[in-house]
């Protein structure tokens, strides 16, 4: 049996909580808080402690998919970033920038947020930028 105990950071919030992941035979059996983690000092809230589920989960997507006709079908990241890419772009060009609205999550860093709003401000040329978790 391999086991390890890998430290790393929490990816439900921006808030940073570290936790450990517990690994037997290459597959992650559970969560444990980090102790030594300034941010939540040996805590974790309930989707912290269960951070580990989603990642085996046989339903878990792992390639992009890109609507063709009725359904989808998987496509390479080139695929779908030039398609995501070329959409916007003709949605800019077709009704200006402030057509395009962009929507920004809480379980993003605050830097991936604040790169999410440059973008929108300096790349697309539009103010509409929110945030699921303002208050």
């Known amino acids: 049996m391999d086991y390890r105990s890998v430290l790393t950071t929490c990816p439900y919030c921006g808030c940073g ?35 580990h589920e989603f990642v085996h989960h046989p339903r ?15 496509a390479s990241w080139d695929e779908a970033l030039d398609a995501v890419a070329s959409e916007l772009k003709r949605i800019k060009e077709t009704y200006g920038p402030d057509s395009v609205a962009l929507f920004s999550s809480a379980k993003c860093t605050n830097e991936e947020n604040y790169l999410l709003q440059k973008f929108a401000r300096a790349a697309i040329g539009t103010n509409n930028v929110d945030h699921c978790a303002r208050l």
């Open 17 to 51: 909580c570290g936790l450990y992941l517990e690994v037997v035979d290459g597959r992650i059996v559970q969560t444990l808080p980090s102790k030594t983690s300034p941010v939540n000092r040996g805590r974790l809230c309930i989707k912290g402690w269960n951070a």
């Open 60 to 74: 878990r997507l792992t390639r992009p998919l890109i609507r063709r006709g009725d359904g989808q079908v998987e």
